[in-house]
């Protein structure tokens, strides 16, 4: 725990949560539970960050309907945003020429992908690709023709494979193109090449400098291996009870489910 706890008794001056299966529920909604431990956490003195694998516009919605106005690292860090002044105050892209070169790499080993694509900018739409299985009902722009990804700035592509999976996948593009991109495994059918170097973790702790915060007063909370960045960085690690078991393996604890206001349960435990 932070030797350095928060004015109100609270052990931490920074509660950092990831968003799908961890902070939300799978309608995509936060619980009554859950927003009250989170409030009760900053009213004790404690700043709350979302971060999460999703871009800008493919959260904003989300911070809006919690009346969230501080500091979201979106993108798997790639954007640190301020939610009340709704623009970027940092923005990471993803290095075209070598993210092909990577592509290609990947495909010479294990044979064609299915692809989509996250475009940089408070507005940028995702691109999905034929056969790529895009997941729940967020907006989302087809293409057919490749050539239409390179057409302007990336924060990072997903891909797919029609039988390896994820962990597979996962695998076969870190060992292969490793030395051009960071990927990471965000979700189920989820595995991402981004810049190389790149991970929540660097967009939590330029997030937490801002608010003159260190990795020493922080909590996270996650559920995936790109979560796993984010807990080596943070004081203290919780992990979802579903959570991937490679995240699990570095937790500092397990809690509940997300469905079951796993955060909640460390928050109320630790304010007392």
Known sequence: MSDSASPGGFPYKLVATDLDGTLLRSDDSVSGRTRDALAAATAAGAAHIVVTGRAVPWTRHILDDLG?????????????????????????TLDRQLAGVALAKIEAEVGPLYLAASRDGLDGEVLVGPGYAAHGKLPATPFTDASDL???PLNKLYIQHPTLSDDELCEAATRTAGG????????PGIVELLPLGLSKATGLSLAARRLKLKAADTIAFGDMPNDIPMFAWA??????????????????????????????????????
């Open 235 to 272: 004081s203290y690690g919780v992990a979802m009870a579903d959570a991937h078991e490679e995240l699990k393996a570095v937790a500092d604890e397990v809690t509940s489910s997300n469905e079951e206001d796993g955060i909640a349960v460390v928050l109320e435990r630790l304010l007392g």
């Open 180 to 187: 051009f991109v960071t990927v990471t495994m965000a979700g």
């Open 68 to 92: 969230y106005e501080g500091l979201a690292v979106c993108g798997q860090g790639a954007q640190v945003y301020d939610a009340g002044a709704r623009r970027l105050l940092t923005s990471v």
């Open 150 to 152: 390179w057409t302007a």
